[in-house]
DNA sequence: CACTGGAAAATGCCGC
DNA sequence: GCGGCATTTTCCAGTG
């Protein structure tokens, strides 16, 4: 491997390593509203499904929801 | 390390994975069933949540949608 | 949904659920196994270590680490 | 739920929303990498390899390696 | 466009 | 009983 190739690869890696560190740190601060969340009363399962549901495009949501409660259905579970 | 002892780690080693291996056999059978399931027409996002709520107690079920409910209703999601 | 259809469904469904339960079964065993290595004084987290190399196939890792080799020596880390 | 509450759920929230949108950025920029290393001639797939090793906190690694080459000696597989 | 593999999220266990 | 860690599951991007 040339000198060149390997100072672009070092290049590469450094990069990846600085913005991963930033995303670790993006984790410990989201993981940290969820425990002042909870201190505040909140359930974490119940907040976390909120999340999910809003991040889901709405017609995703429904479609998804429809499907489940016809199989629930179909098993006898309604 | 005794030889008694060597002896007993491989053991306890051999144990967990053949355990290990059945394990991993049984996750591939069932991997293998949501691929029937939905070559035969099944969603298998909405089939994983169905078989998630009825490992669900029945009343964790509910405190959970009641509370995720309450949530929506607080964000102006209904 | 048709008769059949649901009678497909819940066949899928308790498959899974059934192949589920042997899984849960396993890992309960494999946690005693744990367990027992324990108290007969091996660190359990040393265990797990050794299984999980173990368990690499090895001609898999040998594969990329010639490419793993020279690039960490164009990084300086040999 | 009062609307106390309300709003202190919604800021949570909120902010879990920001981070998380922040985080998907950070994601992105970092595939945008691996493709230029890609396109620079280095496989993506060593290169994640290489991050992953780096990323092992090395001290805590070799605090385990005494008790596992002591237990990979008893297995035989020095 | 389905599959594979790898990253991220979530769950559950063990320790204190 | 809670917090941290490890495993497991889910999701998603890359690949053929």
Redesign the interface.
Known sequence: ?TTI??D???Q??E???R??E??TE??A??RD??L??KS????A???R???R???MDQHEVDE?DS??D??????G?L
């Open positions: 491997m190739a390997a672009q690869l070092r590469f890696v990069q990846i390593e913005l991963e930033e995303k993006l984790a601060q989201i509203i969820y002042h969340a505040s009363g909140f359930d399962k119940a907040l499904q909120i999340i549901i809003r991040k998804l499907l489940v016809l199989y629930k259905q179909a098993l579970m």
